[in-house]
């Protein structure tokens, strides 16, 4: 069977490469908006669901594999930075706490689709304004949920712990997807 990746991501892209997964790369339009009152350990699937639904292709002998990401801080999701100001906001929130990431993934057929939500608790340090001034304008982060990528400069010198799924925080997690896609196809 085919895998489509209804993905943007270059990094759910390369972490497919990394796993040794092929797949074609397809468009999927889909707004990411939720209800409010939604909650945030439900957002992430949700909006996995909602973008593979928004695919009208055929999915005779494919499998599409869709996914979201957002980042939880205290009882609010923090989503991509609209600029750089906001980006560097974002970093001071998170700066000296734990938040957690959650990654929804959809899998869907023409005959069945699962989607399940993968959490990973991430712990920052400390930061100056300085190096989050600095990651931010060099390194590029206006793409990633939270403003940050775990795998960045940032993940490096800031990020003192996690637990859970390491690629879960870049916004994949590829052992569990790999697991996943397995028990898929031997449903077909």
Request: aromatic fraction near 10%.
């Amino acid at each position: 069977m085919e895998l489509l990746l209804g993905s943007k991501s270059p990094r759910r892209q390369e972490l497919l490469k990394g796993a040794g997964i092929d797949y074609t790369l397809i468009n999927i339009d889909s707004d990411e908006d939720f209800h409010p009152d939604m909650a945030g350990e439900k957002v992430a699937e949700y909006l996995a669901i909602k973008k593979a639904e928004a695919y009208i292709g055929d999915l005779e002998n494919k499998i599409l594999l869709t996914a979201d990401t957002t980042v939880y801080l205290e009882g609010e999701i923090i989503n991509k930075p609209e600029n750089e100001d906001d980006a560097i906001k974002m970093l001071t929130k998170l700066s000296g706490k734990m938040h957690t990431v959650f990654t929804g993934v959809c899998l869907r057929s023409k005959t069945q689709e699962i989607a399940f939500t993968d959490q990973t608790n991430v712990y920052f340090k400390g930061l100056t304004r300085e190096q989050i001034v600095y990651y931010v304008r060099n390194f590029n982060p206006l793409d990633k949920a939270g403003s940050y990528g775990i795998q960045d400069w940032i993940g490096y010198i800031g990020v003192t712990k996690i637990e859970g799924d390491f690629f879960n925080v870049m916004g994949l997690p590829v052992n569990r997807v790999y697991d996943e896609l397995q028990k898929f196809v031997n449903n077909q």
